[in-house]
C-alpha cells in the first residue's frame, strides 16, 4: 500500500497556480515571482510534483535569438485533480488528496 | 559582472545535483538566461544553487556516502589512537620514565607490588592495544569496501582483543571510571553500522515500493 503524504503549504499553492491558468505551459521564474517563492523551495517542488505525476514539463524552442531552450510545466490529469482536492477555493472533500509519490 | 555570477552559480547548482537530477541544473541555467534584471538573476541562482544542496541532502547516495565513510574515519582515527598508545607503552619499554611507575614505586608496599605488576604486564598491554589499533584498521578497511562479513570477524576480533587488554588492566589497578578507551570504537560501530544499514535497507524497500 503506498503511503499518502500530505502536500506542503508551498506545494499547494504551486498547485493553484498552475490550476488558475490550467491549459497554458508555466516557466519557473514566473511561478516564483507569482506565488513569492525562492528558486531554492521552487525547484525542488517541481522536481517532485514532475517525478509523481503531476505536471508535465517540456523544452520550448528559444523565444529570442541568443537565448536557450525554455522548460515549461503545467498540469497533468492526476495533477488536476490533486490541485482540486486541495483547493482552499473549492468546497472541502474528505480526506484531501495527497502526494503518493513525493 | 552580475550576469556571468549568475551562470556560475547555475553551473555550481548543476555541479551541487545528485546525478540523477542533473538535468534540472540545465533547467535552472536556462531559466535564469530569461531573467531581464542582472539582480534578480543572481537571486534566482542563489536559490537555484540552495535547491542544489536541498536535492544533495536529500540524496540517498550522498547520505549513505556520508554515514559510510564517517564510520570510517571515526575507526580510523581511534585505530590511530591505540597505535599512538602503543608506540608510547614500546618508548616505556625501551627506557623512557613512565611517571604512573615511578609513583607506584615511591608507595606503600602494596603499591611496589602492583608496580612489579605493572611492569611484568606492559609488553603484553602494549601487543595487546598495539593489536587492537591495527584490528581496528583491518575493520576499517573492510567496512570501507563494505565487505560486511570480513568487518564482522574484525569486529569481533577487536572485542576480544579489548577485553583480554581490559581485563589484565583492571587484574593489575581496579580503577573503572566510566567506558575504558578500548570499547569506544566498538561501540560506536556497533550502534553506527546496524544503523546505517538498517536505515539504507529502509530507504531501498521504500523506493522499490514507489
Known amino acids: 500500500m503506498k503511503r499518502r503524504r500530505k502536500l506542503s503549504k508551498q506545494a499547494v499553492k504551486l498547485l493553484q497556480a498552475f490550476l488558475a491558468q490550467r491549459v497554458e505551459w508555466r516557466h519557473g521564474y514566473d511561478l516564483a515571482k507569482e506565488i513569492g517563492l525562492q528558486s531554492g523551495t521552487l525547484y525542488p517542488l517541481l522536481i517532485r510534483l514532475t517525478e509523481g505525476g503531476l505536471l508535465e514539463s517540456e523544452w520550448q524552442p528559444a523565444a529570442k535569438q541568443g537565448l536557450p531552450a525554455r522548460h515549461a510545466y503545467r498540469l497533468t490529469q492526476k495533477g488536476l485533480a490533486v490541485a482540486h482536492a486541495n483547493n482552499k477555493n473549492a468546497p472541502q472533500q474528505s480526506g484531501a488528496q495527497g502526494l503518493a509519490s513525493i | 559582472m552580475m550576469r556571468p555570477l549568475a551562470m556560475i552559480l547555475c553551473e555550481f547548482a548543476r555541479f551541487t545535483l545528485p ?42 547516495r550522498t547520505c549513505f556516502f556520508i554515514g559510510h565513510w564517517s564510520v570510517v574515519a571515526i575507526t580510523v582515527a581511534l585505530a590511530l589512537y591505540h597505535i599512538h598508545c ?125
Open chain 2, 19 to 60: 546525478k540523477k537530477r542533473k538535468a534540472w541544473g540545465d533547467v535552472m541555467k536556462a531559466e535564469t538566461k530569461y531573467i531581464g534584471d542582472d539582480r534578480a538573476a543572481v537571486i534566482y541562482a542563489v536559490g537555484c544553487l540552495f535547491a542544489g544542496f536541498k536535492e544533495r541532502a536529500k540524496d540517498f
Open chain 2, 86 to 210: 602503543a608506540w608510547r607503552g614500546m618508548l616505556v619499554m625501551w627506557g623512557k620514565p613512565d611517571p604512573l611507575y615511578e609513583a607506584l614505586l615511591r608507595g606503600s608496599s602494596a603499591d611496589r607490588m602492583v608496580a612489579a605488576a605493572y611492569h611484568d604486564a606492559t609488553p603484553i598491554i602494549v601487543s595487546l592495544i598495539f593489536g587492537l589499533g591495527v584490528m581496528h584498521l583491518v575493520a576499517a578497511y573492510f567496512f570501507a569496501r563494505l565487505q560486511l562479513q570480513n568487518f564482522v570477524y574484525a569486529w569481533i576480533a577487536a572485542l576480544l582483543v579489548s577485553v583480554l587488554a581490559v581485563v589484565i588492566q583492571l587484574s593489575i589497578i581496579w580503577n573503572l571510571n566510566g567506558l575504558p578507551a578500548e570499547f569506544v570504537a566498538l561501540i560506536i560501530q556497533l550502534l553506527a553500522v546496524p544503523a546505517l544499514l538498517l536505515w539504507s535497507n529502509g530507504r531501498h524497500r521504500h523506493s522499490e515500493q514507489l
